[in-house]
């Protein structure tokens, strides 16, 4: 059993931390709504139950993000925005992001939910726009004798489809898409960065292109140029806890069944989840992402 001086250097202790500000550390990390099987990208449901455990830590002073992405859905980009500003906003705490080895294009969507962005001077910022790519196969399976059979109701239900040769109108129909979209993103972009943002060349800015940390700091893309722990120390008292906030590691069963009734393990199967084939929506999943990665060189 303790003694009384055991159990008041515990008391002691447990104020004496109490007294130190906190702050809930969320890894945001990853292509956006990129994944395959086991391997999911990062995505609103994927981070919701983190980033709600995070804002609701009791005495929590402040919100911390760490941001490690090159993009990808502009959908769940908006969501996972969304929820950490209605978050701040319900909980009345200052959101601070920094910027790993990229925040760019979605990824920046999410680090612009932040009251205050942080990046390394090596970081990769920006890429503020809207990109879609696919293939034309027409010209392939013509070659090879392959005849496309498709059968639709609407005029409009098969347009983008890549064993078609392309028509003009479902492009103009996409870009009309994008260009909505677009909008938005510099809508957003200018309403959190507000005066800080450098729009004397507003079309380089948003042009889609990046910059590294200490550029978009001059262009008003980020707030500085800091690491977390140490930007934290600053703002808050050398004695601020940082406490990572985890999402819960789904159970094998939820694992399975994530996978659906005909998916392979991530990229090869084995053992009694697979046969050791290549799963190609599982391989097409890693190069897409591995794509967004590599255009901004990383």
């Given at each position: 059993m303790p003694s009384l001086k055991d159990r008041l250097r515990f008391l002691f202790s447990r104020r004496y931390r109490a007294e130190h500000p906190l702050?809930?550390?969320v890894?945001?990390?990853?292509?956006?709504?990129?994944?395959?099987?086991l391997r999911q990208g990062l995505s609103f449901q994927g981070v919701a139950g983190a980033l709600e455990r995070a804002f609701s830590m009791p005495g929590a002073k402040a919100?911390?993000?760490?941001?490690?992405s090159p993009g990808g859905s502009p959908t769940q980009s908006h969501l996972i925005h969304r929820r950490i500003r209605l978050l701040a906003k319900e909980k009345e705490l200052p959101v601070y992001a920094f910027c790993e080895d990229a925040a760019a294009s979605g990824g920046y969507m999410i680090a612009c939910a932040a009251?205050?962005?942080?990046a390394d001077p090596n970081s990769i910022v920006g890429s503020i726009g809207v990109v879609s790519g696919g293939f034309g196969f027409h010209e392939l399976i013509e070659r090879w004798g392959v005849e496309r059979r498709l059968y639709t109701t609407g005029e409009n239900k098969a347009i983008l489809d890549p064993f078609r040769p392309e028509d003009p109108k479902d492009v103009a129909r996409l870009r009309t898409i994008q260009e909505r979209i677009f909008t938005g993103f510099k809508d957003m972009v200018r309403a959190r960065r507000g005066e800080k943002l450098d729009l004397t060349n507003e079309a380089e800015l948003f042009s889609g292109a990046f910059w590294a940390g200490e550029d978009a700091k001059a262009l008003g893309l980020v707030d500085g140029i800091g690491e977390i722990r140490e930007t934290l120390r600053e703002k808050l008292g050398e004695k601020v806890r940082l406490r990572l906030v985890q999402p819960p590691r789904p159970g094998l069963i939820q694992q399975l069944l994530r996978r659906g009734p005909q998916q392979e393990a991530p990229l090869?199967?084995?053992?009694a989840f697979g046969s050791g084939l290549i799963d190609p929506r599982a391989a097409l999943a890693t190069l897409e992402e591995r794509a967004l990665w590599a255009r901004l060189g990383l």
């Open positions: 702050v809930p550390v890894r945001l990390s990853g292509a956006i709504g990129v994944g395959m099987g919100v911390a993000l760490l941001v490690n009251d205050e962005i942080w090869f199967g084995s053992g």
